[in-house]
């Protein structure tokens, strides 16, 4: 943090001048950024707890050296995770966590393949005529 003036300092991601006695060492539109990144990286971890900082780079694309940051500021703590040789079911890459089995490439090729299942499937269902009534006869008769 440079000192610009008496009783200010600077913001440490914009370099905005901030009151000297603030408590955070960023103006207020920085931290509510840091802060929201934080929340996406706590939301995550409470779901998949042990995760790495690369595994949250690949799914919530976040930068390692943010993640980083978090850990040198004291807000993250850094767990040794014995999970790092796992491969994706699908295409044999090297996942970086124990808790997926596909890499986000192939969620995101397999999500794709599903939607277009079901498109093709519901193109393909035709409706029954709605005339308001019960159609159980219909069905019956059939056998």
Do not use: W
Request: charged share 30%; with cysteine; proline share 4%.
């Amino acid at each position: 943090m440079e000192k610009i003036k008496r009783g200010l300092k600077t913001c440490r991601r914009c370099k905005t001048p901030i009151h000297e006695n603030s408590l955070q060492d960023y103006c207020s539109r920085c931290y509510k950024v840091i802060e929201d990144v934080f929340d996406k990286i706590r939301e995550y971890l409470r779901k998949y707890p042990g995760a790495t900082a690369y595994e949250m780079e690949q799914r919530l694309e976040i930068p390692v050296h943010v993640i980083n940051n978090f850990v040198k500021d004291g807000r993250l703590v850094e767990i040794p995770n014995g999970y790092l040789n796992i491969q994706c079911a699908r295409c044999g890459c090297l996942l970086l966590s124990a808790h997926h089995k596909y890499c986000p490439s192939c969620e995101a090729e397999m999500r794709r393949g599903m939607q277009k299942a079901t498109d093709e499937l519901s193109n393909k269902i035709t409706p029954v005529k709605d005339s308001g009534k019960m159609h159980l006869n219909h069905y019956l008769r059939k056998k």
